[in-house]
């Protein structure tokens, strides 16, 4: 009944209207209150309905961000336009990455080029969040995939959402939601553990060790890097915290990449590998992975520290409250 009742009213009509207004912040107020004025009328919607139809959009408004606030009655809604500049720009300087940065082949599977420029994912996500951060970092390695070098080659389609996991996971951390990161992160690793290459379990528990040990370091290291973070967030210790932001996040990153390419559908569909093989390519290095892990996190770290630090106190991030703030 009340989603018949919304759409009858011009429900979608609305919320376009209500977008576009809260975008102009110097009329947010009366732009919002105008909006809504005609949909939160008694004789239109009864006050549970209206109560409910408040939340949705409160909902809706807070997925997109802001540091711009403003107020329907006693309900808090933010949005920000520099947030959507912040995206594009972000998104376009991957690309550029791309073109600039060398690809790594991984070892025993040439096809498959490991992207530096994926580092870069863990500043979207401190910066704009988990989830305008992940969407970024989706848009920079689509971009990068669609136009050369990537030449929309079905050899990297699959990996797409590498970058968008490590600023997932980074942004989720720094936005004291480590929790959310911590389940995150741990679910594909447990997704693992039933893919093909570690079926049965008993008997090729080896390949689960070989691709598994650094992520589950890395996964263990989400609790302290939450609870230690206000110790490690002065000038001289700060460069640390920012470390294991970035190693924690491309290492989700790699996550992704093993969990996706032990999947018939990848391994067999898209590189014709038999499973034989693709045991093999897990086992054959289990160390140059993760000290590819290593480069990208400190070469990020290089990026983040003084970049936060001019950041710091501005309006350029997705919210004051952080794992750092007092």
Not at 122 to 143: D, E, H, K, M, W
Not at 231 to 243: A, G, H, I, Q, R
């Amino acid at each position: 009944m009340l989603v018949a009742r919304i759409l009858k009213i011009g429900y979608y009509a609305h919320v376009s209207r209500l977008m576009g207004a809260c975008l102009q912040q110097n009329r947010q107020l009366e732009a919002l209150r105008n909006v809504l004025g005609p949909v939160t009328r008694p004789q239109v919607l009864s006050a549970t309905e209206r109560s409910l139809f408040q939340q949705v959009l409160l909902t809706l408004c807070k997925k997109v961000h802001s540091n711009g606030i403003c107020y329907i009655d006693d309900v808090e809604m933010k949005l920000s336009a520099q947030n959507v500049a912040l995206m594009a720009v972000f998104a376009a300087l991957y690309y550029v990455l791309s073109l600039i940065t060398p690809y790594v082949p991984a070892i025993g599977v040439p096809e498959i080029k490991i992207s530096l420029e994926a580092l870069i994912a863990t500043i979207f996500g401190v910066i704009l969040g988990p989830y305008l951060g992940a969407l970024t970092a989706f848009l920079g390695a689509s971009v990068a995939w669609t136009f050369p070098p990537g030449s929309m080659s079905p050899y990297g389609m699959p990996f797409l959402l590498s970058p968008p996991l490590n600023a997932l996971v980074t942004g989720l951390i720094y936005y004291k939601k480590w929790k959310a990161g911590f389940v995150v992160f741990g679910f594909l690793i447990i997704a693992f553990l039933f893919t093909p290459p570690v079926q049965p379990l008993s008997e090729y528990f080896y390949v689960g060790i070989a691709v598994l040990w650094d992520k589950i370091i890395a996964l263990l290291l989400i609790l302290p890097c939450a609870k230690l973070a206000k110790k490690l967030s002065t000038p001289k210790n700060s460069p640390f915290l920012y470390f294991l932001l970035s190693f924690i996040g491309n290492q989700a990153d790699n996550m992704w990449g093993s969990l996706a390419f032990a999947t018939p559908v990848v391994y067999e569909g898209v590189f014709g590998f038999p499973l034989d093989a693709v045991r093999v390519a897990f086992v054959v290095s289990p160390f140059v992975y993760p000290a590819i892990r290593i480069v990208q996190a400190v070469i990020a770290t290089i990026i983040a520290v003084p970049l936060m630090k001019a950041l710091s106190g501005t309006a350029w991030r997705w919210q004051e409250a952080t794992i750092i703030s007092p």
